[in-house]
């Protein structure tokens, strides 16, 4: 128990970093797209017979918001394994990014091949995992027997 706190009390700190790192371009990209929904006929057409704005913004535009960033969050699982050198070196923390900037340093191309197909089985995760979400926010697209 003793453990695990001390555990979350130093990876707080570096997970805060990663985290906000990547909130501005997450935010500025759905900003864009939610715009861009705004101003497409059917929210017109929303407007027009009379659906409350909540409801237009929350179940017709951010639905239609999210496709894009869900596509594009395919390859965060992997970016956040690999993606953390600087991190690592700031904090101190032995990690992945350190490990593989290591290898290269040394030569060692078994760890770097090994490093390399952990990111890949990584990135297919993540497209799995983004597949099916995108299956559950778009009722458009489906998956098996038509």
């Known amino acids: 128990m003793r453990f695990t706190f001390s555990y979350a009390h130093h990876i707080f700190l570096p997970l805060l970093v990663s985290f906000v790192g990547g909130v501005g371009g997450t935010m500025r990209m759905i900003r864009a797209t939610m715009l861009d929904q705004m101003g497409m006929p059917y929210i017109f057409a929303l407007r027009a017979r009379g659906i409350s704005e909540r409801r237009v913004y929350l179940n017709h535009a951010f639905r ?6 869900i596509t594009g969050s395919a390859n965060l699982l992997a970016s956040l394994f690999s ?5 690592e ?3 101190a923390y032995p990690g992945i990014g350190r490990l593989m900037y290591e ?8 760890l770097v091949l090994a490093n390399s197909m952990f990111i890949s089985a990584l990135v297919l995760i993540g497209m799995i995992i983004s597949d099916i979400l995108l299956a559950l926010v778009d009722p458009r697209i489906r998956y098996g027997k038509e």
């Open 64 to 69: 239609n918001t999210l496709n894009p960033y």
């Open 83 to 87: 993606g953390s050198l600087v991190l």
């Open 89 to 91: 070196i700031i904090f």
């Open 103 to 110: 290898a290269v340093m040394q030569q060692d191309i078994n």
